[in-house]
Each structure stands twice: as structure tokens, then as C-alpha cells.
């Protein structure tokens, strides 16, 4: 199946029922939310039909060429299907097909809304790049497609940086103007970045950076109000950089873009272990980072040092703590505080850049000043706490200055 998420697809499934036999494999390679592929599958093997739930990635090109597939459902299904899945994937430049059985049920579509989710932040992330680049830099579209031409053969190699320079050359045929330019600044959206941020909420998992770049796309649409807030709001008056200054901008913004470029996957692939251990899927995080190299919208050559880093350890908790990413982060931090710092000074909006910089420096932080909130939850609402210094759980009454264990 490739229908329309929801109830097209339920109809779909229904139509097809009277046709299925016992042991027939029914794929769903939609942009199916996980606990509707959780609900078909288990619907499903009532009447003895294995379900797999597909995530698709790759676009136009990947119809074409071969996409990253990410199936989740009964394994010996899978085991039936894999030949003809692994024909149809994209190749790695190692010739390895970008498709590996993910898990049980709703596995596969999770990890497919977790890569959406990534391909947010990915995107919001070069978008604020290259407004600083613009408005800071004063560089010229022209400039700034060269700019992210030359971040294209380095460590920032990917698919969405490459097609980034195309677009800055290309211009639009009635007006001459770089289409960039004549395109609307408001962002659609299909929904599977809100779904990645709202499960993240749903399993107490942060994921600020993602959630913020669905929030961009948000306040991106309000385009009327935007216009009228920006005549009666003081614009900030950027200083002209000399030359030496530009090349030390854009130097910074391409490691500050990489830096936050790893809390992204960072927050994602910690989103992923936990639904991991909620749902019961035993997920492979290196052979989840191996399927994302070649075909998909997020493919990247950085993905491999994701590989490595589970490979090195399969129980690893969080990729800052990998030596390659503990690494890179110490060496970058500086270049990401002087973007964030220099876009704040000239009001340019950089929601995931500092969302990236704020996640590190509490990942970081071995004591935070969740102290006094968890004392106000207990000030106003008797929400009790814990002691540093001794284990139990504790109600202070605040007017007697009092201490009770609970």
C-alpha cells in the first residue's frame, strides 16, 4: 500500500480482507503514524495475515532511483520479502542496500517519524545558516550557493546541502531574480515532525531542537502578522563585515551548523532507544544509521561515524558521549556560541542553533536548577522531593519550616 495516512488506509486494508488468504503479507509503505501500524498489525494477525509496516524515504528521486526502506512487523514475514526489498533500495556507496528488518510492529514507521523528524531539524538548520550568511555575512545568493557548494565536500557532505547550492543558483525565469527570492517565506507541513515532537513529550524525552524547528514552520505562516510586527517593532541595524570577518563567519556558522547537526541526531537516536525499551523492540541503532546513507532525504556521509560509534558501543546512551562526537562538540562549541551569539545581537531568529547550544550545556551540566522548581512543585502542591544527601522522598512544610518523610 501507498495511500494517505489514516482512514484511506483502513479502507484500504477492509477492501482488501475478502481477498487475503492465511499467511498473506500485507506492506504498508505510507506515512503511517506507529500506533495505527501497532493497531493494523495486531488487527491483522487475528486473521492470520502478516502486516509490515514500511517507512519510505527518498522522494522523487527515490521512486527513481531507490529509496531507504525501514520495515517493522512479523520477522519471518520480512525474512519472505527481504529479496525483493533489498532489489528495490537504494545502494550505499559500499554496494549495501539501505533496508534492514527494524523491529516488531510499529518499529519501522517510528524510525521513519524519527527521520522525518531529524529532517526538520536538518532543514531549519541550513535555513538560519544561510540567513546569517545573508543578512550578517551580506553575502549574495550567488556567494552563499558557493559557500555551501564548498561545505558540500567536506564533513557537512549530504543530500540537503547539495540541493541547497543548486536551488541558490537557480533563477526565475519571469523575473531574473534568484527563485529563492521569489518564493514565499512561509513552510508547509505533513504533520510528521509534530508526531516525533509529541511522542518525544509522551516518553519524557527532550527533543528541543526538532521541536523547535516545527515551531519555525509554524511561525512561519503567520506571514500577515509577521508584516505588520516588523513596522511597528525596531529593526537592530547590522554592521558591514570587512573581508577577513566573512570568511571567520562563515567558518564558524559551517562548525556551528555541524555541531548542532549532531545534537539533532543526538536527540533523535536517544528518542529511539527509549521507545526501544517502552515498546519492546530491541532496535539496532548502527544498522538504523547504515539504511539512512544512501536514498533518503537526510543521507549523509556523517552518518557513518553514527554507525561507528554503536558499533564501537551497541549500549551507547547518548552519541555525545562517543569519543568521534565528544571530539567535535569540544572542538566546535566556541564556533556555535559566537553564531548564536552574533544572530541574537543582530535579531536574527536562531531557534535551533541555540536550542542545539542550550541541549549541550544541560546534557553537560552535572547539576541543574531543577532544585528550586521541584522545591516550588513542593511549595504550592506538596509534590514532595528528593535529598542529595540521603535517599527517601520528602515534603518540607514551608510556613513551619519542617521536614517530613514520606
Not at 532489489?87 to 523491529?103: L, M, N, Q, S, W
Not at 542545539?356 to 506538596?382: C, H, K, M, T, W
Request: overall charge negative.
Amino acid at each position: 500500500l501507498m495511500v494517505k495516512a489514516g482512514e484511506a488506509t483502513d479502507k484500504t486494508i477492509q477492501s482488501l480482507l475478502p481477498h487475503l488468504d492465511k499467511g498473506d503479507i500485507l506492506i504498508d509503505g505510507g506515512n503511517t503514524f506507529f500506533q495505527d501500524t501497532i493497531r493494523r498489525n495486531e488487527m491483522l494477525a487475528n486473521s492470520g495475515i502478516n502486516f509490515i509496516g514500511t517507512g519510505v524515504s527518498g522522494g522523487e528521486e527515490g521512486a527513481l532511483k531507490g529509496p531507504a526502506i525501514m520495515p517493522g512487523g512479523q520477522k519471518d514475514a520480512y525474512d519472505l520479502v527481504a529479496p525483493i526489498l533489498e532489489e528495490i533500495a537504494a545502494k550505499a556507496d559500499d554496494g549495501a542496500p539501505c533496508v534492514t528488518y527494524v523491529g516488531p510492529n510499529g518499529a519501522g514507521h517510528y524510525v521513519k517519524m524519527v527521520h522525518n523528524g531529524i529532517e526538520y531539524g536538518d532543514m531549519q538548520l541550513i535555513a538560519e545558516s544561510y540567513d546569517i550568511l545573508r543578512r550578517v555575512g551580506g553575502l549574495t545568493v550567488e556567494e552563499t550557493a558557493e559557500v555551501f557548494k564548498s561545505w558540500n565536500t567536506g564533513e557537512l557532505d549530504s543530500y540537503l546541502i547539495e540541493i541547497t547550492a543548486d536551488i541558490l543558483t537557480k533563477k526565475d525565469p519571469e523575473t531574473g531574480k534568484p527563485m529563492v527570492e521569489v518564493i514565499l517565506d512561509t513552510a508547509g507541513n505533513k504533520g510528521t515532525g509534530k508526531w516525533t515532537s509529541q511522542s518525544a513529550l509522551d516518553l519524557g524525552v527532550p527533543l528541543p531542537l526538532i521541536t523547535e524547528s516545527v515551531f519555525a514552520r509554524y511561525i512561519s505562516t503567520l506571514k500577515e502578522e509577521r508584516e505588520v510586527a516588523s513596522k511597528e517593532l525596531s529593526p537592530i541595524k547590522v554592521p558591514e563585515l570587512s573581508n577577513t570577518e566573512k570568511q571567520a563567519l562563515i567558518e564558524s556558522v559551517r562548525k556551528g551548523l555541524y555541531f548542532s547537526k549532531i545534537m539533532s541526531y543526538a536527540q533523535g537516536f536517544a528518542q529511539m532507544r527509549v521507545a526501544s525499551e517502552e515498546f519492546d523492540w530491541n532496535l539496532n541503532y548502527g544498522e538504523i544509521a547504515k539504511i539512512f546513507r544512501a536514498g533518503c532525504i537526510i543521507r549523509a556521509q556523517f552518518l557513518q561515524k553514527i554507525t561507528d560509534a554503536f558499533e564501537r558501543d551497541p549500549e551507547l546512551k547518548n552519541l555525545l558521549l562517543d569519543k568521534y562526537f565528544l571530539y567535535v562538540t569540544e572542538s566546535y562549541q566556541e564556533a556555535v556560541r559566537e553564531v548564536v551569539v552574533t544572530a541574537v545581537q543582530a535579531g536574527i531568529p536562531v531557534p535551533t542553533f541555540s536550542s542545539a547550544l542550550a541541549y549541550y550545556d544541560s546534557y553537560r551540566s552535572e547539576v541543574l536548577p531543577a532544585n528550586l522548581i521541584q522545591a516550588q512543585r513542593d511549595y504550592f502542591g506538596a509534590h514532595t522531593y528528593n535529598r542529595v544527601d540521603k535517599p527517601g522522598v520528602f515534603h518540607f512544610e514551608w510556613a513551619q519550616e519542617r521536614e517530613f518523610e514520606q
